[in-house]
């Protein structure tokens, strides 16, 4: 590792190119006082040779701090220092990489003339994949044209099909593709004078039309670590090239003319085509192209561009990096990558509404799935509005005031529009996944940050009564507390509790509609959707809220897994009795959940005592019963108990006394359900 401090190295360049021009002309002087004074010398004078050495130091420092500065992986250090690992960086200096460089490219042409290109010269070609000199020489020596023209000669380009090679033996050829986009990519991110020549983007681009060029140009870019504006640049000529001549589905695609292996499609070659897989490695880069003020590349790439192959995945790939790799909302929103992030969510999910960008988008399904996921907290709030809204930013103090502490910039949906796309969306099952999982996993947080207040306020007061009863019998400490928790489950956070499953069971239920679970018929009652819907409707209750301010987006990956990785394929067995339809399933589910964050905080009431509303109150759900369903002091999920267990959980949550506290709750979710149907089931919705 080496570690250079930046500013302290510039500075000393400097002052080391300042004395090497004064020491010599001090030394001058002193030779000249000397002289004078008829002190003889003996060689040339010190200080002349120590200019001499200082200047001929400075090329080595600079060239130095400019492998720093360009290096992807540096690691800052204390004091302004930044470390990186030089063990790449085979040349030692610009001369060095130029004489490896030419004779390199000078093997690679004579093999690829020949046809007889082996692994040797390309694992030759990848030691120097990260060294700077290298790679800025090498794409010197052999420019865009010439680089492209090597790449397509290696798949036998220019000759028939039945003389070209065959995908299982283009492996030398793909690794070497990879090498040279890596190799570009170093030369790229050059500082100082390591930079490549003005005008190169251009020369890349250039006849891009041809399927050729683009087929090279997709290889060229597709696993290099590229710099930002370098690459942003790129993007931005493809796109033109891309608006001015849109690619024509309707045109002939002759054999003669296509690139690659001879049993292989290329893919889309479009100018747009060569770029996605590029821009999905570079997030930010993706961010700062979507969101061109001038070009609005977004809604021509969705709305107008014709795909061939893979590469609408590969489009839809590469918005989901956009709109979710970066999340803030520490910075206003001209330098905040999450307000561009919500931005660019925001407008694709009313681009995925349009029955005609789902069908232009047939493999985008997955990621509209992961990007609501991500801002599944926007997915709630916009839902209970029943109403068109136009995409954009949530941009206040606090974008989601149902949860505690601070979020991201959050996306404005239309309620209309995202009904429209989560339908089109599920059809694909890691979509459903992905939303379903999030919604649950935001519902327990919610539903445990109003517990928790619920809670503390019946403590409060309980304190207070204590103080005001010192000498209360046990009997009435313990109803004076009953009757503090049954008031303050009706008023107050109570009355919060209950308006959130109200609102958590809309949202539940839009989900449900939108995944057309409900509307699957008995023959199809063990239908792989159904069994994972159930799946997540026993288990969505044992999720473990994250802690406050930690975004529930990036815990959705986690939350899937805990769902859906091992469904057991027998709940038509063990189903509840009402719960043959989805939306009973996805009702009792909320019950759970709404049970389970109840007790875990302690709103049924003391054990100990036990309270009327606790299920310790009969010894039938006690400890050491057939019918215990407590464990870890926490309500199982009801995928982990047996039939006893079910059958007294169920018995607990139908009593009367429980109801106490349970039935306002309880009845929220029961009206949610409804008022969603309601709402979203209205012409126009």
Known sequence: MVGINPMLMTRLINGMKRAGDTLPEVGRQVERALTSLDVPLWGPGPLHAIGRQMSDRIPALQGRLDLILAEPDRKPGKGGTLWANESDWLSKSPAEGAASAKALAAKLR????????????????????????????????????????????????????????????????????????????????????????????????????NPQDAFALKKLLQDGDFDHKFLLTVAQKLYDKDVAHPPDPSLPRHPWTMPGPKD????????????????????????DFLTDPQRKPLAYLMRRHHWNGDADAELGWVIQVASTEFRDHDLPPGNSRGYKSALIGSWAVRFWSDPKVQANLPGTRAHLGSILGQYTGDVHRDTQSFSDKMPGVVTGEDPDKNLRGGEPYGAKFSAPELKQAMTWAFADEDAFKSVAAAHGLYAAKMLDELAAKIRKEVDTDFEAWRKAHPDATQQEIEAARQDILEERMSRSG?????????????????????????????????????????????????????????FVGFMVDEAKSEIFGNIKSSHEDRARRDADTAMGAAEHM?????????????????????????????????????????VNGEIKPFAEMNVDEREAYEEWLNLNETGRVFSRPDESIALGFKEAQAGYTRPGT
């Open 264 to 287: 292989g499609s290329p893919g889309d070659l479009s100018p747009m085509g060569t770029v996605l897989t590029a821009l999905a490695h570079h997030p930010a880069v993706a961010q």
């Open 494 to 550: 109570g009355a919060e509790f209950s308006r959130a499953t109200r609102s958590l069971s809309m949202t539940t239920w839009l989900i449900t509609d939108a995944a057309n679970i409900s509307k699957i018929g008995e023959a199809q009652a063990r239908d792989a959707r159904v069994a994972a819907f159930k799946e997540m409707t026993e288990k969505v209750v044992g999720l473990v809220p994250g802690p406050q301010g930690k």
């Open 590 to 630: 909320f019950g759970d959940l709404t049970a389970a964050t109840m007790y875990r905080h302690g709103l049924f009431g003391d054990g100990s005592a036990p309270a009327k509303t606790h299920p310790y109150r009969h010894k039938d759900f006690s400890p050491g019963s057939k019918g215990h369903f407590i």
């Open 110 to 209: 004579e093999q690829v003339d020949s046809g007889s290109l082996d692994a040797e010269t390309v694992a030759e070609l990848e030691r120097h994949k990260n060294d700077p000199y290298f790679a800025v020489a090498f794409v010197k020596e052999m420019p865009p044209r010439e680089l492209k023209a090597l790449i397509n000669r290696t798949y036998g380009a220019g000759f028939p099909q039945s003389e070209r090679p065959s995908q299982r033996d283009v492996r030398t050829q793909e690794r070497l593709a990879t090498m040279l986009s890596k190799i570009l990519g170093t030369a790229s991110r050059g500082a100082g004078r390591m930079k490549l020549p003005d005008g190169y983007a251009d020369q890349l681009v250039d006849d891009v039309e």
